[in-house]
């Protein structure tokens, strides 16, 4: 049998660490009573011994057994002469060692000399200081530690004897020269022995036996669950790797050291399972797990007899675990420490994204370890000298199967010390209950990132189509990041969700260059320079930032440039009509020494919206809470921007705009911002309506500071009205200066008389100017309302001119130019259209767009007509992504089993699959967590906990279309998860269709909840959500009714309208708004009419779903058009 005797630990520390450490192995008697003492000058040398088998004696380039032996220095009088010492060890050549010796300075790193093989003597010239007390002080420790030369070492003898090993030391100034000890004992090589194994084998060889931590030494089985090996290990049969060292040491963990180089690989049909071991490397480092295709890989923690918990440790590797196609990799309550990547699924053979291995990772640490608590810069590097961690986790070409999530609640993920935590290259992933921290900065792209999603495909710009979904609604299982440049970096990404993320101390909290689909919904961002910075980004592709707090601070410092933004987009959308909206909706940004709430340079369609709040924590100079600078067809709707102080808002503005044509700035409410609106060169077509200034010192400044600035500052084709102004707020209402007469004469600037204010209140302008100003009496109410709150058409007016622009602008760019004042034959079209007049075959321009918008071609269409902010469809990627997410149900949903630990979930459809594993976690009346869910194995527990929901799902509220959707899914749901596909009645699978084939406008979520159980339990269905959610092009004639369903006329309507059956007689209706909102209920008696007649004049214009109900029971559902 051959021992493993002995390997090196480079040992580093401060002082107090290693003098606590020490003193403390005296107290508890831990190190051995090998001493001799040699005493000068007050301080004492003395010889020690330890086993150095634990990172706990202070930092250490690796994790295994090692032999120390030394010299330790303490005080001995009062008092003690500092100075210059020499200390040496001297041990004899024939202990066959590969020495290295560590001298320990304080508060410094250790500096090490590598000695040669065969030196017997070992010095060190230290300074110690003087001192005035007796004491135990450990200032320095001179340490050897040893590790074998060559794995055959059998002859070697087992201890060093106590007379041919000396300690000195010698006060270098003093005359007493030099003072020398022995070890009063023989000196052991090893506190504990360790099988060495080398070679090729294949584990049942190797550790032998039938049953788990059973190995091939036959003299002790004992010391079997503690090896160090050379070589290959294959694991071709199940194996359970684990447990504690022996039983008389209950709490330390079996061990496995492999020699750098050294792997194991998990072959097919196979599964591993490390529970509560570590694995580690000597002097170098190991190549890691492979898991094959259809093999298994499990590291979970162990539960030893005294009940301690036994986290299980991979460490060392060059990638830790690897996993190929196929491959399955489950990780609960497991450390991965100083593996260059944690995580490794390497790129696919065949270049395209079709591989599908299982990760599923819970309650994992993924970390450059350190014992440095206090400051991160003084931690321990890796073995791999001057290198970092590179990842926790790195996949490529991953189509499904990834996952991050929590295995109890609060036992999440964490990812620290690293270049990064995650790096996604075009693959599927959902990432929850993790958080990324202390990500460390190298200087190179790949750096300081809490996720890295990178979608790039060959050359720029083709991109692969895969999504990656950060957070969740769950509060348990949300994603947080602190301390790093950047939170999520998105390289030439096509699909990112991130959803209620916390995320805080970084630099940029998303960065993306050539972002495609990007949707941010509930995230908490704290940044230093952006909390999102977009920089270009693929046409045909949407993106909406959402009810997000944006709190904005400035990490650089500086004041007089644009340095730090809440949002800052630069090109985000080049040409005409190939891009969709991006929106910006509902947010809350916070200028804490910002430059910038929103910054968009050279953008094309942003649409700031819906009650954006915009308020200072700290006044700014040059600080602007919206600023577009190029670009065209902006839109600045219905925000909230609120200044504490103008006072201190030197050069500070609410809402800038610089050469945009076509911008729209309406219905905004800006207050106590020194500047409130200012439009700066040449911004023909802008329509500034409907805007409330409360105060400041300028309302609306035309051109810069000064004549000169503002030459190039050219009003033209403009249209200004329906604004309001608390002139007793102003110092002035509104202000153009120019030096060149014809800017003035190209200037309008119009205000009505019935806008609220009196005549005195209008706006103030240098009366050598006045000629650019106007007054309007046509009352602005007739051309121009705001809506009291979101959601709301943008803007609510059937008529104006812009409205028509903006209209068919955004949506079928060859239908008309922009003339010199306003769109004029299309204009009339679009007029003729809405009251129903139009020949389509007159206009075959017009007719084109209306049949892109039907077949849902058209990019963006927004809400015209059903006087909603968006029509929601699935545009071309998520309706293959659904379809996608459709099939994989298809696929999996016969194979769910309580056996099988690996995922099956969908990971790419648009608010689509219900969530069948964790119903009970839900909160917020039940509410599936319908996004990016996944389908997981079912076992008894879901089973029995399936009355206790149902009782929750029964006391639901069903006054509205959504909730009575939703309460009818979940309990066919239920009856799903009990009992199967055979348990689902007839009768429930066409209350499913049925609800399948709503619009998920008016049905909400539900609806696609029941697409997926209809795809379940019938194979492959198709819903056309572009037909149940089509508008209505023209007038419905008057016509007969079909059997079983609903006349409904005029439609559209001005408010009245005819309901009629063709048998029967209705009893009762309901009105439901496009957000599942009851509007009107009514009922009529048993008196055999049937016609209705109902009146919606008085509420807003829109789409609405009306349900009625006739004499037979008949439900029929019409979709009405309130003009």
Not at 651 to 672: E, F, H, K, Q
Not at 679 to 700: Q, R, S, T
Not at 986 to 991: F, K, T, V
Request: charged share 20%; aromatic share 8%.
């Amino acid at each position: 049998m051959r021992f493993f005797y002995a390997y090196g630990s480079v040992r580093r520390a401060h002082t107090h660490i290693i003098s606590s450490f020490f003193m403390l192995l005296l107290v508890m008697g831990c190190m051995a009573s090998l001493r001799g003492q040699a005493i000068t000058g007050g301080f004492i040398a003395s010889f020690i011994h330890q086993n150095a088998d634990s990172d706990q004696h202070g930092p250490s380039y690796v994790n295994c057994s090692a032999l120390e032996i030394g010299v330790r220095v303490e005080t001995f009088t009062t008092p003690t002469n500092g100075g210059d010492y020499q200390i040496c060890l001297n041990i004899p050549t024939s202990a066959n060692l590969d020495q290295f010796l560590v001298v320990d300075e304080p508060g410094d790193f250790a500096f090490v000399e590598f000695l040669p093989f065969g030196n017997s003597s070992f010095c060190a010239t230290i300074t110690l200081p003087a001192t005035d007390f007796t004491g135990p002080l450990v200032d320095e420790i001179l340490t050897l530690t040893a590790t074998p030369i060559a794995p055959d070492l059998a002859d070697a003898n087992p201890f060093i004897s106590s007379g041919s090993v000396e300690v000195t030391i010698e006060e270098l100034a003093g005359t007493q020269g030099v003072q020398t000890a022995n070890p009063t004992d023989d000196i052991p090589f090893l506190l504990q022995e360790s099988p060495y194994l080398a070679g090729n084998a294949f584990l049942d060889n190797l550790f032998g036996g039938t049953t788990p931590n059973e190995f091939s030494d036959p003299a002790n089985g004992d010391i079997g669950k503690r090896i160090l090996y050379d070589g290959t290990i294959r694991v071709r049969r199940d194996y359970t790797f684990g447990g504690t060292i022996t039983s008389i040491n209950p709490d330390e963990g079996s061990k496995l050291t492999l020699v750098d180089g050294s792997q194991i690989i998990v072959e097919s049909n196979t599964t591993l399972i490390i529970e509560g071991a570590t694995l580690s490397s000597c002097r170098g480092m190991w190549n890691g797990i492979t898991v094959e295709n259809n093999a298994t890989l499990i590291i979970r923690s162990f539960i030893a007899p005294d009940g301690t918990e036994l986290v299980p440790v991979i460490r060392d590797a060059i990638n830790a675990v690897t996993v190929r196609n196929g491959g399955n990799l489950i990780v609960e309550n497991a450390i991965f420490a100083n593996n260059r990547n944690g995580i490794l699924v390497e790129e696919s053979a065949s270049g395209n994204i079709d591989q599908n291995p299982t990760v599923v990772v819970r309650g994992a640490t993924f970390e450059q370890s350190t014992l440095a608590t206090t400051d991160q810069l003084s931690r321990l590097k890796p073995p791999f000298v001057d290198d970092e961690v590179l990842a926790g986790a790195i996949f490529h070409d991953v189509q499904d199967g990834i996952l991050f999530s929590v295995l109890e609640p609060n036992d999440f993920n964490h990812f620290r010390n690293m270049n990064n935590g995650i790096i996604f290259h075009r693959s599927f992933a959902n990432v929850r209950a993790s958080i990324f921290e202390d990500m460390i900065d190298d200087g190179t792209l790949l750096s300081s990132n809490g996720v890295v999603v990178d979608d790039t495909d060959g050359t720029l710009p083709s991109l692969a189509p895969t999504q990656t979904v950060i957070g969740s609604y769950d509060p348990n299982k949300q994603v947080t990041f602190d301390n790093m440049h950047t939170a999520v970096r998105l390289i030439n990404n096509s699909n990112t969700r991130l959803i209620e993320t916390n995320i805080d101390n970084v630099d940029h909290g998303v960065f993306g260059d050539f972002v495609g689909h990007l949707r941010m919904t509930g995230n908490h961002v704290t940044s230093n320079i952006s909390g999102v910075d977009i920089n270009a980004r693929f046409p045909d592709i949407n993106q909406r930032i959402r009810d997000n707090v944006f709190v904005a601070k400035n990490g650089s410092g500086q004041v007089d440039e644009m340095s730090a933004f809440g949002i800052r987009l630069m090109d985000v959308d080049v040409g005409d009509g190939n891009y969709d909206q991006m929106v910006i909706r509902n947010n809350d940004f916070i200028l804490d020494g910002a430059t910038e709430g929103v910054y968009a340079f050279n953008s094309q369609g942003l649409r700031i919206e819906d009650q954006n709040s915009f308020t200072w924590a700290e006044n700014t100079f040059i600080s602007d809470a919206i600023h577009f600078e190029g670009g065209s067809r902006g839109l600045i709707y219905n925000n909230l921007i609120q200044g504490p102080d103008p006072s201190g808002f030197t050069d500070s503005r609410g809402i800038y705009v610089s050469g945009m044509p076509i911008a729209r700035v309406a219905c905004n409410t800006i207050d106590l911002v020194e500047k409130n609106v200012q439009f700066f060169g040449k911004n023909p077509g802008v329509l500034f309506a409907g805007n409330l200034l409360e105060g400041g010192g300028i309302g609306l400044k035309l051109g810069l500071d000064g004549a000169g600035d503002s030459d190039e500052t050219e009003i033209s084709e403009q249209v200004h009205y329906a604004n309001q102004w608390n002139n007793s707020g102003f110092v002035l209402g509104a202000q153009h200066e120019s030096s060149i007469p014809i800017i003035l004469d190209r200037s309008l600037f119009r205000v009505d008389t019935e806008n609220g204010n009196d005549p005195e209140y209008l706006p103030t302008v240098p009366l050598d100017n006045i000629g650019w100003f106007e007054i309007q009496t046509v009352p602005s109410s007739v051309e121009f309302t705001c809506p009291v709150g979101p959601p709301s058409p943008i803007p609510n007016d059937r008529t104006n001119d812009n409205f028509v622009t903006d209209v068919i602008a955004d949506t079928y760019s060859t239908t008309g130019i922009w003339g010199s004042s306003y769109w004029t034959a299309d204009y009339e079209v679009y007029k003729m259209y809405r009251l129903g007049l139009i020949d389509s075959t007159a206009h075959p321009d017009f007719s084109n767009w209306m049949i892109d918008i039907n077949n849902s071609d058209v990019p963006a269409y927004y809400a015209v007509e059903e006087g909603m902010t968006e029509l929601f469809r699935l545009d071309s990627i998520d309706q293959a992504d659904y379809d996608l997410s459709i099939q994989r149900i298809r696929d999996f949903s016969d194979s769910l089993s309580s056996s099988q630990e690996a995922l099956y979930y969908a990971t790419t459809a648009a608010d689509s699959l219900v969530l069948l594993n964790q119903l009970d976690s839900l909160t917020r009346e039940l509410e599936t967590e319908y996004d990016y869910a996944f389908f997981a194995g079912l076992d008894s527990t879901v089973a029995a906990r399936v009355p206790g929901l149902e009782a929750l799902n029964n006391a639901l509220t069903t006054d509205s279309l959504f909730k009575t959707n939703r309460q009818s899914v979940n309990t066919h749901t239920f009856t799903y998860l009990t009992s199967g596909k055979l348990g689902l009645s007839q009768s429930a699978i066409n209350d499913l269709k049925v609800i399948a084939d709503q619009c998920p406008l008016n049905g909400g979520q539900a609806v696609y909840a029941a697409r997926s159980l209809v795809n379940i339990v019938e194979g492959p269905s198709y819903f056309n959500d572009s037909l149940a959610c089509a508008i209505v092009p023209e007038n419905l004639p008057v016509k007969e009714p079909q059997k079983g369903s609903a006349l409904v006329y005029p439609n559209p309507t001005d408010g009245l309208v005819v309901l009629r059956l063709e048998e029967g007689y209705i009893t009762s209706i309901r009105l439901v708004d496009g957000f599942g909102r009851v509007i009107l209920s009514k009922s009529w008696s048993n008196d055999g009419n049937v016609k209705r007649e109902i009146d919606l004049s008085r509420l807003p214009s829109g789409m609405y779903s009306l349900e009625i109900t006739g004499s037979d029971v008949v439900i029929s559902t019409e979709r009405i058009i309130l003009q």
